[in-house]
């Protein structure tokens, strides 16, 4: 089975500063791994997936991730931080080949402040 | 272009009540779930459908009943509601399974007295 473990619960920072957002995992197979966003009152939204290749992979707002398979981390990051960011961000994994359930972290909610 | 939509957006039963909560996606998704999120416990896997006609357990399938009516719509059922099952609920679909994205609805908070 797998399990994911976000090791900060609340994050502030104030805009324009970096952030990093921690994520491990375990897992005795290969797994996919993901983050996802979640905006007040809203559903979750993909932000950036690993699923195999170069171990850092860009979302299109400026956040990146790197797999790190000795570490079994997946941490989350962004140089500069804009007062829209703030949200609820967690990190997910799948079994990979073929796996349907994808296992949540708790959730790490990141406040940015002006 | 409505994605996933879940009905209804709120809910307040009293113990032992039943009801239904429904999941409607447009996309043509083969994979549709139900997760319930509680503070500090992150999204749940209550129950999933893999394809049309099929259905599985999650992490947390207990006190919960779940039909794929059809490719579209994939319902959640609890039949004696009871505090414990006080969260907000969310479905989701996927193309399939593996490293594909899930597309969330937008919740449904449900209140159980």
């Known amino acids: 089975a797998q399990s994911v473990t976000q090791l900060d619960s609340q994050v502030p920072v104030f805009e324009e500063a970096p952030v990093e957002l921690r994520c491990n995992y375990s897992?005795?197979?290969?797994?996919?791994l993901f983050w996802y966003v979640q905006y007040p009152n809203q559903g979750l939204q993909l932000l950036l997936k690993?699923?195999?290749?170069?171990?850092l992979v860009e979302s299109i707002n400026g956040f990146e991730a790197e797999f790190n398979k000795s570490q079994t981390s997946f941490h989350l990051r962004k140089p500069s931080v804009h007062i829209s960011d703030t949200a609820e961000y967690f990190c997910a994994v799948t079994r990979g080949a073929g796996g349907f359930k994808t296992i949540f972290g708790a959730g790490t909610r990141l406040f940015v402040k002006a | 272009n409505a994605g996933v939509t879940q009905t209804p957006k709120f809910q307040v039963l009293k113990t032992g009540q039943s009801m239904t909560l429904q999941c409607a996606q447009d996309?043509?998704?083969?994979?549709m779930y139900w997760y319930r999120q509680d503070p500090g416990m992150g999204l749940r896997l209550i129950y999933y459908s893999a394809s049309e006609g099929t259905t599985d357990k999650g992490e947390v399938p207990n006190g919960y009943n779940v039909s794929r009516l059809n490719k579209r719509e994939f319902s959640l059922r609890l039949e004696s509601a009871a505090p414990s099952q006080t969260s907000v609920y969310f479905c989701a679909s996927s193309e399939g399974g593996g490293g594909r994205e899930l597309f969330f609805g937008s919740g449904t908070q449900l209140s159980v007295l």
């Open positions: 996309m043509n998704h083969n994979s």
């Open positions: 897992s005795s197979v290969s797994v996919y």
């Open positions: 690993y699923l195999s290749g170069s171990t």
